[in-house]
């Protein structure tokens, strides 16, 4: 039984940083994809960034050059560093796992909020 748990998350202001937590337990070789996405009300869940088991991270556009997304393979865990934050990073943040990036993840954490305040 997959289970992820964020945590991180808080209130900021415009320009500032945060850096997010999700420990992982219980996942297999076929969960080779984790990422992080935000779900904000209205609209649908957008991912940020993900890595694969190879190492390789793409990021979405507007997160680019400023969101660094690393895991810690012994510790179990996927990290979101937050650098410049702007108000439109707001929003809950989620990790996700699965077999492929890009494909729909398997699993969910419940997600750490992120208030971005200008």
């Known amino acids: 039984h997959v289970q992820l748990v964020e945590s991180g998350g808080g209130s900021v202001e415009a320009g500032g940083s945060l850096r997010l937590s999700c420990a992982a337990s219980g996942h297999g070789n076929s969960d080779i994809c984790l990422g992080w996405f935000r779900q904000t009300p209205g609209k649908e869940r957008e991912e940020v960034g993900a890595i694969d088991d190879a190492g390789y991270s793409k990021y979405a556009d507007a997160v680019k050059g400023r969101f660094s997304i690393s895991k810690d393979d012994a510790e179990n865990t996927l990290y979101l560093e937050m650098l410049n934050v702007r108000p439109e990073d707001s929003g809950m943040y989620l990790c996700?796992?699965?077999?492929?990036?890009?494909?729909?993840?398997?699993?969910w954490g419940q997600g750490t909020q992120v208030t971005v305040s200008s």
């Open positions: 996700g796992t699965g077999p492929l990036c890009g494909a729909k993840m398997w699993y």
